[in-house]
Each structure stands twice: as structure tokens, then as C-alpha cells.
């Protein structure tokens, strides 16, 4: 019998157990966790995120700020920007949503962002210390599917994992996190990308596979094996006429067909989508804490 695990569910489960820290902090007359974003441009998905982000800060208590930017904003204005957000001690953490218009360099941003107040886990000092297993902000996507894996109790000890997709943001970090010496974790880990041969095969012998590639029913039933786990990462939307939004969202997993060959899988949406943003929550906690950097 294939189970589905339920993003919807846990995110719900872990938002309680944080709404009931914020009473806590509320209750010791402490600040409430605060999160800004930095939103530049026009992208209907960005515009949606960070709207989803704010909804959830309001969910569980947390103070939220979104500072909004036309497209033309200059690096160095928004340089200044967080330069200002880092400084300003009402703010426990902040990101700047991705993707940023093509004049600005998304190195020298992410860069720019204070370690301590980089709730995205994007900037290379929390990468490195996610890297030498050092306390950090795990990235949010990562992050969301670690937790699904440990709260539905999957074991990967052992296990070979395969990830399709080597992105910043998901592939690489969850293939590194898959492997550490921790558990969840000390699986064989391969990971697959545009350039690899073969991929079918590879993906045959997967015990738990991790779709992160961004292309529409990518994986089909051929290519995974029976009792496999599968964790669909993508979120590509679909044009949807009869839906009020215009569009639907679809994995990179076609998964009516792949399902019944799982001993676990992920739905999209409500799988790996909601703890994204739960994630994002538990690491301003962690901020407003000073639980990684004391
Ligand atoms: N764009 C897509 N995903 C993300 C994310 O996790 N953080 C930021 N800052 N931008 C994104």
C-alpha cells in the first residue's frame, strides 16, 4: 500500500508547536520572532510566495515586514537595503526572494546578508557550516524534506538515494544532507543532472529518489522501483482555464502512474510545497533565539 505523505499535515503540526513558543515568548513579555522579505520586481510566482510568506508569519504570531521594489531597483540601492535590514535590531531574520532582475548579482546579494539573519540559509558562510555539519540555517526546501522524512520515520541509513537536479537551492543541499553522518541521513547518495547519461537506469536503483529538476511528469512509472520512495520536489505550473488563478500545479512527477509503485510519495501540491515555508519559520525562531549563532 503506497503512503502519501502529507506536507499539508506536518506543516500544520510544526506551525502549532511554534504558535505555541511565540505564546510562550509572548508570555516572558519577549519581542515576537520577526521576518522581512525583500521582494524586487514583478514575478507573479515571487509576488505569491512572499504573500504566502506573510500569511503564514500571521499564523503563528510572528511579525512580518515586505519591503517591495520596482524592477528597476539598482544593486547598489538594494545593497543599502540590507545593509539596513542587518542593522535593524526589531528584524530577527530576512530574505530576498529569488529570482532578482538580470542587472543585479544574486552573489553579491546573498553575500551582503548578515549569516546570522540569513533564515534562507543561502549565504556561503551557512553553506560551508551546513557543509562541516556546524549549527546553520538549513535552506527551507532541504530543510522541509528532511523533516517529512524524519516525522513519517523513513529510514535512510544505508539506503541509495538518488537526486535529479543539482540546483543551489534544493539538489546540492539535499544530497549533502542525505549523506551526513546524522539522521536522517547517512545514505549512498547520486546525484543526476542535465548531463547524465543513463538516468533511467540510475533512477531504477533508487530505495528513495528526490525529483528537483523542474520539468513537468519528468519521472514516469519505468523509471522507479517498486516499494521506492519518492519525494517530488517540483512545482510547474500548468495552464488551467476552468481554474480562477489560470493555472495548476504539477511535480516533475507524473504521479498517477508512479504512486502505486511507492512505498511513499509525495502529492504536488501539499507535499513538499508547504514545508518550505515552515521551514522558513522554524529558522526565524531559531533567529530570534540566537539559537545557531548564541
Ligand atoms: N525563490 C524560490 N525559492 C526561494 C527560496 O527558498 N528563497 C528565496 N529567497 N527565493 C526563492
Given at each position: 500500500m503506497t503512503k502519501i505523505i502529507d506536507g499539508k499535515l506536518i506543516s500544520g503540526l510544526i506551525r502549532d508547536e511554534i504558535a505555541v513558543e511565540v505564546r510562550k515568548m509572548m508570555n516572558k513579555d519577549l519581542k515576537v520572532p520577526h521576518l522581512a522579505a525583500v521582494l524586487v520586481g514583478d514575478d507573479p510566482a515571487s509576488h505569491t510566495y512572499v504573500g504566502n510568506k506573510e500569511k503564514a508569519c500571521q499564523e503563528v504570531g510572528f511579525m512580518s515586514s515586505i519591503y517591495k521594489y520596482p524592477v528597476n531597483l539598482s544593486e547598489a540601492a538594494l545593497l543599502e537595503i540590507i545593509d539596513f535590514l542587518n542593522n535593524d535590531?526589531?528584524?530577527d531574520g530576512f530574505i530576498v526572494q529569488l529570482?532578482?532582475?538580470?542587472?543585479?548579482?544574486v552573489e553579491k546579494v546573498l553575500e551582503r546578508i548578515d549569516p546570522r539573519k540569513d533564515v534562507d540559509g543561502f549565504h556561503p558562510i551557512n553553506i560551508g557550516r551546513m557543509v562541516q555539519n556546524m549549527p546553520c540555517y538549513l535552506p527551507a526546501t532541504p530543510f522541509g524534506i528532511m523533516q517529512l522524512i524524519d516525522r513519517y520515520e523513513i529510514e535512510t541509513e544505508g539506503k541509495h538515494c538518488v537526486v535529479l537536479g543539482r540546483s543551489q537551492i534544493v539538489g546540492t543541499p539535499v544530497s549533502l544532507l542525505m549523506s551526513r553522518k546524522h539522521k536522517p541521513g547517512n545514505a549512498t547518495v547520486t546525484i543526476c543532472h542535465s548531463?547524465?547519461?543513463n538516468i533511467k537506469d540510475i533512477c531504477l536503483t533508487a530505495d528513495i529518489l528526490i525529483v528537483a529538476m523542474?520539468?513537468?511528469?519528468?519521472?514516469?512509472?519505468?523509471?522507479v522501483k517498486d516499494g521506492a520512495v519518492v519525494i517530488d520536489v517540483g512545482t510547474n505550473r500548468i495552464e488551467a482555464p476552468e481554474k480562477k488563478s489560470g493555472y495548476r500545479l504539477v511535480g516533475d512527477v507524473l504521479y498517477e502512474e508512479v504512486a502505486p509503485k511507492c512505498s511513499f510519495i509525495t502529492p504536488?501540491?501539499?507535499?513538499?510545497g508547504p514545508m518550505t515555508i515552515v521551514s522558513l519559520l522554524m529558522n526565524t525562531l531559531k533567529a530570534a533565539k540566537n539559537e545557531i549563532y548564541g
Open positions: 535590531p526589531e528584524i529570482p532578482l532582475p538580470g542587472h543585479i548579482s548531463k547524465t547519461p523542474g520539468q513537468a511528469g519528468f519521472v514516469t512509472a519505468d523509471m504536488v501540491p501539499g507535499g513538499v
